[in-house]
Nanobody, 122 residues
Framework: QLQASGGGLVQAGGSLRLSCTAS????????VGWFRQAPGKEREFVAT??????YYAESLRGRFAISRDNAKNTVYLQMNSLKPEDTAIYYC???????????????????WGQGTLVTVSS
């Protein structure tokens, strides 16, 4: 079970940190990623922590950073220099059996959190 939190309303240029806390699994062995879905758009990959490495959507690299604290069963998404186009529901997702070629596709993740809304005002 995954629980996402930390969303809210922020002005353009501001920052937010999202958290995704897992329960019921051996967290250390899970790949955990963030995806987002803006109104009227398809879900898109944001970032993932996979086998000790981090991967990002190219358009977000440098502004967003994913990290994890295995002792707290939590993955974080630090979002800086936010833009209105970052407005979306952000979902965390996890899986135990991803391969490299599958980490950017949300269909390959078995476990999903409920989403947290991020709204960036201009």
């Amino acid at each position: 079970q995954l629980q996402a939190s930390g969303g809210g309303l922020v002005q353009a240029g501001g920052s937010l940190r999202l958290s995704c806390t897992a329960s019921g699994r051996t967290f250390r062995s899970l790949s955990v990623g963030w995806f987002r879905q803006a109104p009227g758009k398809e879900r898109e990959f944001v970032a993932t922590s996979w086998r000790g490495n981090t991967y990002y959507a190219e358009s977000l690299r440098g502004r967003f950073a994913i990290s994890r604290d295995n002792a707290k069963n939590t993955v974080y998404l630090q979002m800086n220099s936010l833009k209105p186009e970052d407005t979306a529901i952000y979902y965390c997702a996890a899986d135990a059996g991803l391969i490299m070629s599958s980490i950017r596709n949300g269909d390959n993740y078995d476990y999903w959190g409920q989403g947290t809304l991020v709204t960036v005002s201009s």
